[in-house]
């Protein structure tokens, strides 16, 4: 069973992507997309190493749901700091010591600060022991880390554990 | 409903013009790269949703071909980014390692 269907998550995304893309429901394309579904993750199988399970939906959710809010947050308050003068801002570097270790962990929580305004992830350290930020207002490093730690990369360790 | 919908389309125009100023007035490399990330999130966002609204009061069914649009952008707005912000390391480093060189 596992050979065949290595990637029952990624076969319902890619089914729902295609529904969506077609925009329709109609029986032939769901069809055509339990198809690809099914045949997409068994021919991409090699580009999938680690195997991930996704525990605790609901604390996914949550954490799309602070994200969605903290975007939006942020979005106003780098508009405030761009209009603002370029002499106000503190752009820095940080090197942020990583605790989740699973590259799709890994992967997404440096999504997730490139997509936060105010923070993009620069650099992955080879070991996969620290990530390299950078803020384009930070006076406070230790406040940036706690916050993404307490924020984002806690509920992720939750949720992508590696089995 | 129309308010609504325009609305969301100023939103979403205001904070991509914000994200192009940032382009144009940010003193460097790295801090202009905050510029266009921030316009793709809630910029584009703000729009889509908005063009959603539209198509889906306008006409008959549902239109979420947006939602698709914001995914496929939410996960390759960051790999960009950090693709750049990568590449503009390695060039500074290799700039260094010339002028210890020259010296």
Redesign the interface.
Known sequence: MKKFFPHPLLSLALLVAWLLLNNTLSFGHLLLGAFLGLIIPYMSASFWPEHICIKKPFVFLRFIAILLYDIVVANITVALQVLGENKNLHPSFITYPLSIQNQLGISVLASTISLTPGTVSCDLSVDQSTLLIHALSAQDKEKVIAHIHQRYEKPLMEVFVQC | MEILIATLVFIGA??TL??S??LV????F??R???P??AT??GV?ALLIASSLYFSSQHE?L???E??IT?FL??T???S??IM??SA?HIKKNEEKKERLDA
């Open positions: 205001f904070f914000v994200g100023i940032g007035k940010l003193p460097d790295f801090t790269l905050h510029g990330t921030k999130t809630l966002g069914g239109s979420l071909h939602i698709l995914l939410f996960i707005a960051p790999i980014a950090h912000a990568k390391l």
